[in-house]
Nanobody, 128 residues
Framework: QLQASGGGLVQAGGSLRLSCAASGRTFSSYAMGWFRQAPGKEREFVAAISWGGGNTYYADSVKGRFTISRDNAKNTVYLQMNSLKPEDTAVYYC???????????????????????WGQGTQVTVSS
């Protein structure tokens, strides 16, 4: 089970840190991802991190502004979001991928359908 938190209302240029807490003993075995969905749009990939945290991957739209990290001792993955823009406004979801072989494929890393477990989402609103 995944529980996302940390969303809120922030002005453009501001920062937020999202957290996603996982239950269970297998968290450290899963690659984790963050996705977002704006009203009227499809869910899109934001960032992903490998099970050990040594490898990360970002959508071009957030590269250099967002940082994904994880603390396996706390069963938590984070998304630090800096220099936020109004176009970052969306519901943000964390997700877990239990199939390690997917990490070898860039296409699999960014595909929502490849992730097995999903959190409930947290709203991020960036005002201009």
């Amino acid at each position: 089970q995944l529980q996302a938190s940390g969303g809120g209302l922030v002005q453009a240029g501001g920062s937020l840190r999202l957290s996603c807490a996982a239950s269970g003993r297998t968290f450290s075995s899963y690659a984790m991802g963050w996705f977002r969905q704006a009203p009227g749009k499809e869910r899109e990939f934001v960032a992903a991190i490998s099970w050990g945290g040594g490898n990360t991957y970002y959508a071009d739209s957030v590269k250099g502004r967002f940082t994904i990290s994880r603390d396996n001792a706390k069963n938590t993955v984070y998304l630090q979001m800096n220099s936020l823009k109004p176009e970052d406004t969306a519901v943000y979801y964390c997700a877990a991928d239990k199939d390690r072989s997917n990490w070898a494929s860039r296409l699999a890393r960014v595909a929502a359908r490849m992730y097995d477990y999903w959190g409930q989402g947290t709203q991020v609103t960036v005002s201009s």
